[in-house]
């Protein structure tokens, strides 16, 4: 059976070196490098957290997306662009495919709750032009636009449920046009103006001063608290638990996405320095940009201690649509546009990373089924919308955190660790090194390559045992009433916190016999495990019968592409 594309097939590949860095940093530059970095700072210390997020960055960020560029080129050679297929070819285990499913899994379903914020953007760039948040306060018009205002937590928000649909559109148009003409095309024109939009309003916002109506602090102030580095971070658990929580949602790894990226390179492309560019970008984006807009600000017309309390979440989606848009009446004519600009960069940021959420689960359907891309488009854009409206409807009951947490944050660790230790361990470290520096412009220090097979795993590993028993407490405190009483205070956004319902308290139904919270948590969480277990269904039946795992001739080198 043909484990490749067929003889005289056209692979396709990324048009310019520069359209694939900008696709890639697209990828990892999201809606978090401006709303969640700047939260999660604040509600950590400000200058406190970058300490060991910087650390996080260089021991577990880079090598990472380093590893998942030399697996998803490693893979792309054998005809390969997603993750089951990459995986198989790691090693001559059978198993080996199905740590794939985690590459198909969390992007599809990241995709659904994260084309919905994508559409929250889009809707308040609208709402920004016509001038409704002068009339009517965003503390008012988003709650109704989410339909949380309504007793029946499963009404249908029709707004923005119309506004979902219009950018799952987009991205399934931009997606069936192809890796060049969609999503090449999307970053060039996207990353540019994101920039842009994000540069304008750094420099208004850092040139607030108080002969500026409504100004009550220095916006340097939120500036120097983001920036200003404190050792005590590095003795705070919590602190590093978040940080490296942050570098793994900035950079998309532990997804999938990357690699489906890197499968579209050439044998010999440089895959370090690209790499290293595009986490490179991604971090300006974040520090510089990211920390330079909303809490600065924010702190000019709100004050810092408002700012840390407005955080305390750590997701910064109140300050970005609740608070800023609000702020941006104090700008005179410039206000509306400022909040077109705020809300037009997130929406770039939103929509080059989801479609790269798309591109995976495109290349699963094209390689192993041989549908057309046309048609796989429609049909990831079909179980988007499926499992996407479930949020739409759902989101008062949870449901939209059920999935942030369970695929955009505890999935993309599990991955990443599985990862870095089959590279490591069962491809092998040399074998990898070999991969990762071959074609190499830029030769990767040699101490990462210890880096990679022991430091690593350890750092994941320790990050992955403190989400699972994160306590409602301090660290100390909590050990110590493990010590005298034997019961540990899980938090109730820890993963055992969550399967316990840490803190909720009632039925399935309350009262008048209608669903409740709990309810669409549970109901959430098998519908996800459906998911897993389908997609897990999917991969069996594609390689059925196929020995793939223990070959190691590229579809080139074989006589019609048959193994």
């Not at 559409?119 to 709650?143: C, D, E, K, N």
């Not at 590093?240 to 390179?265: E, K, N, P, R």
């Not at 990462?448 to 301090?474: D, E, M």
Request: charged share 10%; aromatic share 14%.
């Amino acid at each position: 059976m043909a484990s490749g594309p067929p003889s005289g097939a056209k692979k396709e590949q990324w048009g310019t070196r520069v359209g694939l860095v900008l696709a890639v940093a697209g990828n990892a530059v999201g809606l978090g490098n401006f709303l969640r970095f700047p939260a999660q700072a604040a509600q950590n210390g400000g200058g406190a957290f970058l300490v060991p997020y910087l650390i996080s960055f260089v021991l577990m960020g880079l090598p990472i997306l380093w590893v998942e560029w030399a697996i998803g080129r490693h893979g792309g050679q054998y005809g390969h662009h997603s993750s089951p297929g990459m995986f198989a070819r790691l090693g001559r285990s059978r198993w080996l495919k199905y740590v794939g499913v985690f590459g198909l899994f969390t992007n599809l379903t990241v995709a659904a709750y994260y084309c919905y914020i994508e559409s929250w953007t889009l809707a308040y760039v609208w709402h920004s032009l016509r001038g409704t948040f002068a009339a009517t306060p965003p503390t008012t018009f988003f709650p109704e636009y989410l339909g949380t205002t309504n007793a029946d937590i499963a009404a249908i928000p029709y707004e923005a449920a119309g506004f979902f649909l219009a950018t799952l559109t987009l991205n399934v148009w931009l997606l069936s046009r192809g890796l060049v003409r969609g999503v090449e095309l999307a970053a060039k024109i996207g990353m540019p103006l994101l920039l842009g939009f994000g540069a304008v309003l750094a420099i208004k916002g850092l040139f607030l001063g108080p002969g500026d109506p409504g100004v009550v602090e220095s916006p340097l102030v939120g500036l120097n608290f983001v920036w200003e580095p404190q050792a005590s971070g590095l003795f705070n658990p919590s602190t590093w638990l978040a940080a490296a929580g942050q570098v793994f949602f900035t950079l998309s790894v532990g997804m999938g996405s990357i690699h489906c990226y890197a499968a579209y390179l050439r044998e010999k492309d440089d895959i370090a320095l690209n790499a290293t560019t595009a986490g490179t970008v991604n971090e300006f984006v974040e520090v510089i940009l990211g920390g330079s807009i909303l809490i600065p600000i924010a702190t000019a017309y709100l004050g810092l201690a408002a700012v840390q309390a407005a955080t305390a979440g750590g997701s910064g989606f109140g300050l970005g649509f609740l608070t800023l848009p609000t702020l941006f009446n104090q700008w005179g004519w410039f206000g509306p546009v400022a909040g077109a600009m705020w809300f037009g960069l997130l929406f770039f940021a939103g929509i080059t990373s989801s479609l790269a959420m798309g591109q995976p689960v495109l290349a699963f359907l094209q390689d192993e089924f041989k549908v057309a891309r046309e048609r796989a488009a429609l049909g990831f854009g079909l179980a988007t919308l499926l499992l996407g409206g479930l949020v739409v409807v759902l989101y008062p009951g949870g449901t939209f955190d059920e999935f942030d947490f369970w695929t955009g944050t505890f999935s993309l660790i599990v991955f990443a660790l599985a990862e870095v230790l089959i590279f490591g361990w069962i491809f092998g470290i040399d074998r990898g090194w070999a991969e990762l520096n071959k074609g190499a412009d830029l030769r990767l220090p040699s101490f990462y390559k210890y880096v990679i097979k022991y430091v690593t795993p350890l750092f994941i590993l320790v990050v992955l045992l403190g989400a699972i028993v994160k306590p409602s407490v301090g660290w100390s405190e909590a050990a110590s009433q493990l010590m005298s009483s034997g019961s540990w205070p899980f938090a109730g956004d820890s993963v055992l916190g969550k399967l316990l319902h840490v803190g909720e308290t009632g039925g399935y139904f309350d009262a008048a016999g209608r669903i409740t919270p709990m309810f669409v948590k549970d109901l959430t969480r098998l519908i996800l495990l459906t998911v897993f277990a389908s997609i897990a269904a999917l991969v069996w039946r594609a390689f059925r019968g196929r020995n793939i795992e223990a070959s190691t001739r590229r579809p080139d080198e074989q006589e019609g592409g048959a193994s």
